[in-house]
């Protein structure tokens, strides 16, 4: 390190206000609870607001912190390091929750528990940056998992609706179980490289390269929502539309892209595990990609969307196009948390989110419509628009025939269900009896809202500006990712215009696309059965029943066997023992008297006083069958007493 | 001599408050809150010079040494003293007998007695955890199970007696089997001594494996049963229930932490041949019993039971970091000592969040009587500050980072993958079961349609007062600042952990 001492630098406090500002505000609005909710609202964007300063602040200083942390092993601190990649993710990340968080301030109702909603907004801001700005596992694993719980409140926070909780537990379980990756990816690398130190997974090889893979590949699955862990983002569409917008689709969904991409060489050291990103992630954009098609409700529609684009993310981590994936991580980020704010919106002002009760919502409101449309045309991958370009970034990096094919088709889907969601919000006014499904309906959309979402759409169209080979480069450049393949014009003008057609032909030919909302694909392909708790719940019930049936009653069933035991014994001691005792101690007398006449007359009435003890002790052994075992226990300890006696004798 | 007084002073106030038969009730309960609140204060004191300059060595060095001979011909003793290991327990201990104490100013049966038998229980814990010679821990390890079984038997509810019953026998059994293993200890030494620090500084039986295997047998029978492990766990969700909610907060929070103790203080770095040896067996031991603790867990349908399985858990996971630093064929000694220290982490931890939980679920008995999962519902709504607060220590106990729980699990699950990674990440998939039992929890709870039993009508008047929440919110506190800033417990343990997972491996 050039820097002295990072800590005390300016841009090192900088960075730890960035996360620490926002973690604190959070914890104070959630502990002042109800009294803090005239305020929450002003106080969050404010604290928004600042985040994004201090956001730019780091994004041109890159400075790094280390804060002594856990266990007393290289890498066991707190550590941030600012690089190009998480330079990029936390003004992104600031920005977005900055415009997430305007438009909550006015989608939220005035009575709601607004402290609580903020609250949590705000500690999972702080700990997204973590996530994206950690160089060390406990760092990381600390963000990551803070997220996964922000994110079960923030589904549950209508806790009082029946089934909003359910949800945020699928949500949080899911996510948690594929957390036992990084976990045990924590424990590779220490193993392994002796570090908890990201820098450490460089380092490894063999079997810990594979174990450290293998933990960082699951864990980045199912927070990405990949398959087969897909279904939780189904779930989590119970939550408010601010928090779909936010964690689901724009940040938290897209750190397991991040981290993908973020651990590159070990997924490559593997050999195995880059190739199984590839597939996976594309498989993922393919499948979630046809669900996205056919959902009838637009959240649905636009939960399965965001796992397909996340899938060119993973995709990108596969084929080694880290800027492709980070672009398109960014330009996913505005144009779906854009889209789910005029979604969000809608549901606000009309009570629906089907399909049925959404369509024509864009011309009810044309402003808002105009916005959900260019974010369509975002999605769907037109030229010269935004996702066209990083898309084809990872694309031209994606090699072998299966391969390609398969991203080919899986972009082509999001051009058709862009193109769906585009028809059904600009086609003929839903009837009124479809309004009101889900809430009431406030009829108003606050230009607040439109103006977020119009901002966000703009800002991720505007990233076409990457198909320019100079802006592409000085990307890249940023992003320390300079040697990557860029896109030929000719493929690029395939993929828009293969983009494009599908496009338009879905738009004209909507009623043939919806029709798919008839088929499996709208229950999501039976996903979310994989989710289950029921095997689990059916072994907690056997384990159970065998702990009150088979362990306790084994423990009861020996107390009794020694209690029989002990009986046997007092009979014995009667019958055997105290007569061996009385022989003894008789034939102690017959050979005293042999031996010596006289002297022995102690000894002799020793022996006698023992046998008769004994005899006493056999009587009293007996008394415990009347069946109070505390005597047992008096017995025991008096007992105890003897040998400790015993023990300072014979010493 | 600033030891013994940290240990033997709630006793003196126990004789105190029998002595004196015509206190006010209220006036014990005063005396009694301001002695455990003298003792936390004591040991905050100790535990701030410790942390000046904590000891490196491990198992014959300590802070606060008193010795006075006992019995000499067995070089038994009174043989106190604390290191990086011992303090933070003492400390943990302190706190909740405290926060207990607070709990409890609302007793109205046999206030004064129960008093005694606290501060009695509290000289016993101590003690424990401070004794320095096997006797002296023995005496005070048995002091704690009569403590205990008259809190249980006289101030719990329910079945309270036949389950106060079922504890006393169980563990009583399992305390035999220890002085066995320490009359073994005794007689293998060459110095034939009772002494903590010289078996440590010279382990006994180390040319005889037999021998020191059938003497670990029965110390870790004895400590097993303590802590408890699987199979020997039955006794506990009995206990816990029929258990007053202080009694159940120290049951859990300090009396299972002795048998876990036990195996830091005593088994390893006594046995440390025998340990190596048997090593895989502790480690299978501890994963059946965080899954099984776990799993049973889940199907519970009483809320005190299911927060009674999951110290199962909980403590499975110690055993099995205790039982991968003991592998020291498969791991180097650094990650040995990562597992080493997220173990006593993990028993501090463990203490705070059950202890609040307990505590919590003392919480709905007082208003409802039962902790049926059937009987409530909903009531984040009436009880936001319950809800909250169970919330916290819900997540606290599956373990989530920013609490104390994950600062003792991720070291555990870290540090043991090296010497035992099969076993660790089955162990780890406890940590999705213990978050879907929490989370279900909470769901049946707290969320949804309020629902209470009769006796409960009034709850809406009745979230929880300040009495208890001044008892609950400080373990909270404590969790939470060892879950952000955890260097503040991690200085004092980890000299010693670390030493002593080196020991194990010399």
Known sequence: MEVPDPNTSAAGIVLAALVAFPAASGGA??????????????????????????????????????????????????????????????????VVTLAVVVFAAADLPADAARARFFGYILVFLAAMLLTVTASTVPALLIGWEV????????????????????????????????????????????????????????????????VAAAGLFIAALGKSAQLPFSAWLSAAMEGPSPVSALLHSATMVAAGGYLLIRTMPVLESTGWAIHAAAWFGVITALVLGAIACAHPDLKQALAASTAAQLGFVVLAAGVGASAGGIDHLVGHAGVKAGLFVAVGAWLTALGATRAAGLRGAGRRYPAMGAAAAAGCLVLGGIPPLGLWATKDEILAATHGPALLTAGLAASALAAVYAGRI??????????????????????????????????????????????????????????????????????????????????????VWRRTVMRLADTPLSEWLGLPRLLSARPVLAAARFAAHADDHVLDRAVWGVAFGARRLAAMVARSDDGGIDRAVWAVASGARRSAGVAARSDDEGIDRAVLSIAAGVRRLGRAARRPQTGLLHQYFILAASGLAVLLALLVVVG | MYLTVVIMLPLLVAVLLLALPRLPERAAMGIWVATTAAEVALVGWMWWRFAAEPSGSYGTEFGYEAKVSWIPTVEAGYHVGVDGISLPLLAMTAVLFLVCAVWSLAERRRPRTYAALFLFLQTACMGAFAALDLILFFVFFDLTLVGMYFVIAGWGHGDRRRSALKFFIYTFVGSLALLVGFIGLFLGGDERTFDMVSLTAEPPLRDSPVAAGLVLLAIGLGLAIKTPTFPFHTWLPDAHTDAPAPGSAILAGVLLKLGTYGFVRIAMPMLPDAWQRWAAVVVVVGVVSAIWGALVAFAQQDAKRMVAYTSVNHMGYVLLALGAAGLAGQADAEARGVATVGAVVQMVSHGLLTGALFLLMGVLWARGGTYAFGRWGGLAGPAPVFAACFGVAAFGSLGLPGLSGFIGEFQIFAGSLQ????????????????????LTAIRRLLTGDTVAPTPAKSWGLNDMGAREVAAVAPLLALSLLIGVAPRVLLDVIEPAATTLAALIGG
């Open chain 1, 147 to 210: 997220m996964g719980a922000m994110s079960y409140a923030l589904i549950g926070y209508f806790w009082h609706v029946r089934g909003k909780i359910s949800a945020g537990t699928t949500a949080f379980v899911t996510t948690r179980t594929a957390d036992l990756g990084m976990y045990v990816a924590a424990g590779a690398v220490l193993a392994g490289a002796g570090t908890l130190d990201l820098s450490g997974l460089a380092a490894l090889s063999g079997g810990w390269a594979d």
């Open chain 1, 422 to 507: 585009l028809a059904t919000v600009l086609g003929g006014r839903a009837p009124a009896h479809e309004l009101d499904a889900e809430e009431h309906g406030t009829r108003r959309v606050p230009a607040v809202a439109t103006a977020v979402a119009a901002i966000l759409a703009l800002a991720s169209a505007g990233m076409g500006a990457l198909a320019l080979p100079p802006v592409a480069h000085s990307v890249k450049e940023l992003l320390g990712a300079t040697g990557e393949p860029a896109p030929s014009l000719s493929s690029m003008i395939v993929t828009g215009g293969i983009a494009t057609v599908l496009f338009v032909s879905t738009v």
């Open chain 2, 419 to 438: 010497a035992a990674p099969v076993a660790v990440v089955i162990a780890a998939t406890g940590i999705v079961i213990t978050a879907g039992l929490f």
């Open chain 1, 29 to 94: 609005l959630l502990v002042a609870g109800r009294r803090a909710d005239r305020f929450a609202g002003f106080v969050s964007v404010a604290v928004a607001v600042a985040a994004c300063g201090l956001a730019a602040v780091v994004a041109t200083g890159r400075p790094v912190l280390s804060l002594p942390f856990m266990a007393a092993v290289d890498g066991g601190s707190l550590s941030l390091a600012v690089d190009g990649i998480s330079a990029v993710l936390v003004v992104m990340v600031t």
